[in-house]
Structure formats: C-alpha cells, structure tokens
C-alpha cells in the first residue's frame, strides 16, 4: 500500500530549478515532521529538509539558500523548491514522514542536473 507518494523529478540544466511534491494518505495518522531525503549512487542516504506541522524547518547545509520545504498540512503535502541546481543535486530523492512510532517513506523520485 502506497502511503507516500513523489512527484516532479526529472532532469534539469546546472543552474535551473525544479520542484517536488509528496502527498500522504489519509490514512497516516499523527504525522509531525515531513521532508526530504536524497541518495546518490555509491553514497549514503542523506538529509535534504524537514519541516513540523508547526513550520520548524531543518536543512542540510550543502543545500541552505538553495532549496526551500513548504507544507500544506490541509492537503497532507509537502514541497521542495529547488534553484540553482548543481550536479552533485543528483539523486533518487525520497519522501519522509514521521509518525507514531514508525518513520514512512515514499519510493523515490529521480532528479538528474546536468548539461
């Protein structure tokens, strides 16, 4: 059963934006934090943002002035805005929900920056 749900990948140009979206059943109850979370090939998977209900955000540096989390809690959506994307922004980047004693994740959505 699908409870999390990435759209908006795709492949864009060094420099350019992109924006992802994540959408949560209904059926996930008591969820605090959303956000986002990338891998790399060969590499760990690695904080991108996260966002409470009540709007406390955390980024990971690398990403900081870059890219901007946003939720819609009414639509149980969460958002990344991207600019001035880098090829090291490659990455399947994954949906994150935190809920009552279990953490839910989306299957992935693939972002590629480059020329």
């Known amino acids: 059963q699908v409870q999390l749900v990435e759209s908006g990948g795709g492949l864009v140009q060094p420099g350019g934006s992109l924006s992802l979206s994540c959408a949560a059943s209904?059926?996930?109850?008591?969820?605090?934090?959303m956000g986002w979370y990338r891998q790399a090939p060969g590499k760990q998977r690695e904080l991108v943002a996260t966002?409470?209900?009540?709007?406390?955000?955390n980024y990971a540096d690398s990403v900081k002035g870059r890219i901007t989390i946003s939720r819609d809690n009414a639509k149980n959506t969460v958002y990344l805005q991207m600019s001035s994307l880098k090829p090291e922004d490659t990455a399947v980047y994954y949906c994150?929900?935190?809920?009552?004693?279990?953490?839910?994740w989306g299957q992935g959505t693939q972002v590629t920056v480059s020329s």
């Open positions: 209904r059926s996930i109850i008591s969820i605090d934090a």
């Open positions: 966002m409470t209900r009540g709007g406390t955000t």
């Open positions: 994150y929900a935190r809920g009552f004693q279990h953490n839910y």
